[in-house]
């Protein structure tokens, strides 16, 4: 394939954990003998885990958009949210900054996170080598950004916490915030178990 | 290549393992998503209820998405969305209730909206100032389905189902009355006015009220209403009254009821049963009036203080009242008579008008008992204008029976019927009195005041001479007198001279008196001594006697 050997090629293996270079014994069970863990060539069965998260954090991000997430009680004036009905919301009510930040975060990352994991899966799998350098760009990316599309959760749990003024105002979670925050984490562990050198295996590696 | 097997071959060995657990049991993750997922549309589906489209004027206040249907404060639906009717005239409210508000889309269920309303009569949906207008909603005991309403612009005033009874009120016009305005028992609310629509003919409204139970039960077929609305201020022959209800039926309106004083049918009224609607409670509460009659008086002096309205009592019973007063002029006399036209009710005279009814039906009287009128009039039957109020001057009518009135002509044929009458009582007073006071002052005050006045001068100079002369004189005599007990005081007070003096000159009469008796007693014994004189004492016998005490022997024994 190209000048330098792989460590495949020359029949070694990394731990992932201790960084010891073992042999490749060609078997799926093999430990490392320094520190115990688990030694594969690349994240083990990475594209059916990664899938099947995807899949899981998709199923949840439905939810976590239709139900409402935050219940706002002001004056008597009980008013359930929606993450796009909130947007909405502040966009009408005079902070669109607030509203683009909001929407960046709740929508967009979450978004733009299946578009990618998906994208990196099915380029990866089918052995493309199209603009692989950009796609482990945008893999870093992603690992990057997940933790900030936490934010609706945060907004929540603080909010929660902060306004609680009876009759005058309160605000409360509702089931909405769950789902979100399931599909927050579901797409950072997918992003996690996927290994980004599979961007470059090529066809050598349908693992 | 090699080189490459070599480096492996100085690389420790990794230990081979049982086998772990199969990657593919991530796929539960999935699996479990979808469920959750499912789950929530399996939800959300059983829960869905009917979706309604109500129809209302305006959509102020609806806010698709958020306004909420509410029976008895509970959430039973939300409005989904506002549109407007096809022909612009209104707005349709497509609502989607919960399921255990299936009920709610029957024939006979009534939505309308809760606004915030501020009238006399109170405040009303307070809280939807804060948190929005919502859907009211009433259901029916249909058990029809329906998906289409006409919302009501305002709050339906009896909710289906609520326990009580509807009756109609009969009243010439609304007053202040309005949907909703309560009505009062013993001035506690017990119902309100639900309805109301003007008759056909246009010659008055009907009201629909509705009594809450358990208080529907005080309605009784004999029960009166009156009008509570206002504040009643009359300053009339009887003096001022000022009545009212409560002070939000004097800014909105009210009708009050009560059942009539006295023996009367207690049996409850039944569901829609009409009453009439009275202006106050005076005439809610009098006697049924039956036919009016109208009656006309000619008085020959002033008026002053009768008024339209002013009361007409027969022998102090409430009678009819005044509805006219007209000045006459009369040639012959060159007067100007006053004619006071009354309607009257005979029926308010109870049993006296039974009776005499009776009395004249038997003797075949005409229909205005003329002949009974013209035996009253023989018998002294005369109106007068009395005052009923000596402060305001105000006067009435009294129809009363004066057997020393003279005589008069009574045209029983004429209509309408002309009552005698007779100068007022007042009038007479007020002649007696003006008799009263010329005679008074024929009294010559002048001359008994100047006679008075020499009198007093003449005991007042008397009392000065007693105070000058007399009273001197008299105090010196009492000074002396004075003196002169003093002096006898000290004459026979125990210490004085006169007293000892006193003392010694009984006491040498006393020895005296003894010195007597012992010459009386030797006479007696020696007669001889006038003659001879005393001879010497005889010698004592035996030795002397012991010295007899000191101061007896010594006063008695010596002469």
């Known amino acids: 394939?190209?000048?330098?050997?792989?460590?495949?090629?020359?029949?070694?293996?990394?731990?992932?954990?201790?960084?010891?270079?073992?042999?490749?014994?060609?078997?799926?069970?093999?430990?490392?003998?320094?520190?115990?863990?688990?030694?594969?060539?690349?994240?083990?069965?990475?594209?059916?885990?990664?899938?099947?998260?995807?899949?899981?954090?998709?199923?949840?991000?439905?939810?976590?958009?239709?139900?409402?997430?935050?219940?706002?009680?002001?004056?008597?004036?009980?008013?359930?949210?929606?993450?796009?009905?909130?947007?909405?919301?502040?966009?009408?009510?005079?902070?669109?900054?607030l509203a683009i930040i909001v929407f960046t975060a709740s929508i967009m990352v979450p978004v733009l996170k299946f578009f990618a994991l998906s994208l990196l899966l099915i380029s990866s799998q089918r052995g493309s080598k199209w603009a692989q350098r950009q796609r482990s760009k945008l893999y870093r990316l992603v690992e990057f950004i997940g933790y900030w599309s936490m934010l609706d959760v945060f907004v929540v749990a603080l909010l929660t916490a902060l306004v609680q003024f009876g009759f005058f105002s309160q605000v409360e979670p509702l089931p909405g915030v769950v789902f979100f925050g399931l599909t927050v984490v579901i797409t950072m562990i997918a992003s996690m178990t996927f290994d980004p050198r599979l961007i470059w295996d090529g066809r050598d590696f349908d693992d | 290549m090699t080189d490459d097997k070599n480096i492996a071959e100085g690389l420790p060995e990794p230990v081979v393992q049982r086998p772990r657990i199969n990657a593919s049991l991530v796929w539960l993750v999935p699996i479990i998503a979808a469920l959750v997922g499912l789950s929530l549309v399996i939800h959300a589906w059983s829960d869905a209820g009917p979706t309604i489209s109500v129809s209302f004027q305006s959509a102020e206040g609806l806010d698709p998405g958020k306004t909420p249907v509410k029976y008895?404060?509970?959430?039973?639906?939300k409005v989904t969305t506002v549109r407007l009717s096809e022909d612009r005239t209104h707005v349709v409210a497509k609502v989607a209730l919960e399921k255990s508000a299936k009920s709610f889309a029957t024939a006979d269920s009534r939505f309308w909206v809760v606004r915030p309303r501020i009238g006399l009569g109170g405040v009303s949906g307070i809280d939807t100032l804060l948190s929005g207008a919502f859907i009211g909603a009433d259901v029916g005991q249909s058990q029809e389905p329906k998906d289409d309403f006409v919302g009501l612009e305002s709050p339906p005033p009896v909710t289906h189902g609520a326990p009580g009874k509807t009756f109609d009120l009969?009243?010439?016009?609304?007053?202040?009355?309005?949907?909703?305005?309560?009505?009062?028992?013993?001035?506690?609310?017990?119902?309100?006015?639900?309805?109301y629509h003007l008759n056909?003919?246009?010659?008055?409204?009907?009201?629909?009220?509705?009594?809450?139970?358990?208080?529907?039960?005080?309605?009784?077929?004999?029960?009166?209403?009156?009008?509570?609305s206002g504040v009643d201020v009359s300053l009339g022959a009887d003096g001022l009254k000022v009545n009212t209800q409560s002070l939000a039926t004097v800014l909105a309106g009210g009708v009050a009821f009560q059942d009539p004083p006295g023996p009367h049918d207690a049996s409850p009224a039944q569901e829609n049963d009409a009453f009439t609607l009275f202006n106050n409670m005076a005439t809610?509460?009098?006697?049924?009036?039956?036919?009016?009659?109208?009656?006309?008086?000619?008085?020959?002096?002033?008026?002053?203080?009768?008024?339209?309205?002013?009361?007409?009592?027969?022998?102090?019973?409430?009678?009819?009242?005044?509805?006219s007063i007209n000045l006459d002029f009369d040639?012959?006399?060159?007067?100007?008579?006053?004619?006071?036209?009354?309607?009257?009710?005979?029926?308010?005279?109870?049993?006296?008008?039974?009776?005499?009814?009776?009395?004249?039906?038997?003797?075949?009287?005409?229909?205005?008992?003329?002949?009974?009128?013209?035996?009253?009039?023989?018998?002294?039957?005369?109106?007068?204008?009395?005052?009923?109020?000596?402060?305001?001057?105000?006067?009435?009518?009294?129809?009363?029976?004066?057997p020393k009135a003279p005589k008069v002509e009574f045209d029983g044929r004429a209509k309408p019927l002309e009552i005698p009458t007779a100068?007022?009582?007042?009038?007479?007073?007020?002649?007696?009195?003006?008799?009263?006071?010329?005679k008074i002052q024929k009294v010559p005050f002048d001359s008994i005041g100047n006679n008075l006045n020499d009198t007093l001068s003449e005991l007042h100079k008397t009392l000065q001479q007693v105070n000058g002369s007399v009273l001197p004189e008299v105090k010196t005599t009492l000074q002396g007198a004075q003196k002169t007990l003093g002096n006898a005081n000290n004459a026979f007070a125990p210490d004085s001279q006169l007293q000892q003096n006193l003392g010694g000159s009984l006491q040498e009469l006393q020895r005296a008196a003894r010195s007597l008796r012992v010459l009386t007693d030797?006479?007696?014994?020696?007669?001889?001594?006038?003659?001879?004189?005393?001879?010497?004492?005889?010698?004592?016998?035996?030795?002397?006697?012991?010295?007899?005490?000191?101061?007896?022997p010594t006063q008695g024994s010596k002469p």
Request: net charge neutral; proline share 7%; charged share 20%.
């Open chain 2, 331 to 402: 040639e012959k006399t060159q007067t100007f008579p006053t004619i006071v036209g009354a309607v009257v009710y005979p029926a308010r005279l109870g049993k006296a008008h039974d009776k005499l009814m009776a009395l004249a039906k038997a003797q075949g009287d005409d229909e205005q008992m003329s002949q009974m009128m013209g035996r009253l009039v023989d018998h002294g039957l005369r109106a007068q204008a009395r005052t009923g109020n000596l402060l305001t001057g105000q006067l009435y009518i009294a129809m009363d029976f004066l």
């Open chain 2, 170 to 195: 009969h009243a010439d016009d609304l007053g202040s009355l309005d949907i909703g305005s309560p009505i009062y028992f013993r001035r506690i609310q017990v119902g309100r006015v639900s309805s």
């Open chain 2, 423 to 438: 100068p007022g009582d007042f009038d007479k007073i007020q002649q007696q009195i003006a008799d009263i006071v010329s």
């Open chain 2, 284 to 323: 809610a509460m009098a006697p049924p009036d039956g036919e009016p009659r109208y009656i006309r008086m000619r008085f020959s002096q002033s008026l002053r203080g009768l008024t339209v309205d002013a009361p007409v009592e027969f022998l102090g019973v409430p009678f009819g009242r005044v509805v």
């Open chain 2, 522 to 552: 030797y006479l007696g014994d020696h007669p001889d001594a006038l003659l001879r004189g005393r001879r010497a004492d005889d010698k004592p016998l035996q030795a002397p006697l012991p010295p007899p005490p000191q101061d007896a």
């Open chain 1, 1 to 97: 394939m190209t000048d330098l050997p792989r460590a495949s090629d020359l029949g070694l293996i990394g731990c992932h954990v201790c960084r010891l270079v073992c042999r490749d014994v060609k078997g799926d069970n093999a430990v490392c003998p320094r520190c115990g863990s688990v030694l594969h060539k690349r994240k083990s069965s990475s594209y059916t885990r990664t899938w099947a998260l995807l899949i899981a954090a998709f199923m949840f991000y439905v939810p976590a958009n239709v139900l409402p997430i935050m219940r706002t009680v002001s004056l008597g004036d009980v008013d359930d949210n929606t993450i796009l009905s909130g947007i909405i919301e502040l966009w009408v009510k005079g902070s669109p900054d």
């Open chain 2, 200 to 228: 056909k003919d246009g010659k008055g409204v009907t009201l629909q009220i509705f009594i809450d139970a358990p208080s529907d039960q005080f309605v009784t077929t004999s029960s009166r209403f009156w009008n509570a």
């Open chain 2, 72 to 77: 008895k404060s509970v959430v039973i639906g």
